[in-house]
T-cell receptor, first 114, second 114 residues
Framework: DVKVTQSSRYLVKRTGEKVFLECVQDMDHENMFWYRQDPGLGLRLIYFSYDVKMKEKGDIPEGYSVSREKKERFSLILESASTNQTSMYLC?????????????FGPGTRLLVL | DQQVKQNSPSLSVQEGRISILNCDYTNSMFDYFLWYKKYPAEGPTFLISISSIKDKNEDGRFTVFLNKSAKHLSLHIVPSQPGDSAVYFCAARLTTSGTYKYIFGTGTRLKVLA
């Protein structure tokens, strides 16, 4: 059974703080993704990575950075948190193999920036 | 520019009847389509998928239909059950230079009435 875990379920941070969201998957997946989910906007892709130390910008990368030092771990970094980054953050992973296109999601981290 | 659209934010259906959730897309380069189900405070879970070369895929009570000429797909749930009440996201995969990117719709909240 694929497991994707996220370091926190709920986080409260202050404007200007540096925030780290960690994601770990245990199925040796090549691809990992960070999304944010907001009401009426669905899931929007922030960054994704298809290999260790590789990263690609998604649709809304501004204000975020990522780190993938190990295959199983993908970190999302908010360099200076702002109130408009209050959201639900979802991490996902997937294989790069035909017939295995499904993404597996973590439980999400609800971030509140005050 | 929303490449994947779910125009109905919500849908209510009586238990035992059919639920039909719709999704439209604009990019003819999408090669795979997926449906996810999301309960509050949880990550999305994979439901069913379809390759762009097929027009139908069935898994138990769930069937996905793809109409490529209309750039439209739909998810049918028969019979609907109260446990199906959740938010459903349609997603499309784009493959570029060997990497995968998934684009999600805004979701449809399904309520199955007992």
């Amino acid at each position: 059974d694929v497991k994707v875990t996220q370091s926190s379920r709920y986080l409260v941070k202050r404007t200007g703080e540096k925030v780290f969201l960690e994601c770990v998957q245990d199925m040796d997946h090549e691809n990992m993704f960070w999304y944010r989910q907001d009401p009426g906007l669905g899931l929007r892709l922030i960054y994704f990575s298809y290999d260790v130390k590789m990263k690609e910008k998604g649709d809304i990368p501004e204000g975020y950075s990522v780190s993938r030092e190990k295959k199983e771990r993908f970190s999302l970094i908010l360099e200076s948190a702002s109130t408009n980054q209050t959201s639900m953050y979802l991490c996902a992973s997937s294989l790069s193999r035909r017939g295995k296109e499904t993404q597996y999601f973590g439980p999400g981290t609800r971030l509140l920036v005050l | 520019d929303q490449q994947v659209k779910q125009n109905s934010p919500s849908l209510s259906v009586q238990e035992g009847r059919i639920s039909i959730l719709n999704c439209d897309y604009t990019n003819s380069m999408f090669d795979y389509f997926l449906w996810y189900k999301k309960y509050p405070a949880e990550g999305p879970t994979f439901l069913i998928s379809i390759s762009s070369i097929k027009d139908k895929n069935e898994d138990g009570r769930f069937t996905v239909f793809l109409n490529k000429s209309a750039k439209h797909l739909s998810l049918h749930i028969v019979p609907s059950q109260p446990g199906d009440s959740a938010v459903y996201f349609c997603a499309a995969r784009l493959t570029t230079s060997g990497t995968y990117k998934y684009i999600f719709g805004t979701g449809t909240r399904l309520k199955v009435l007992a």
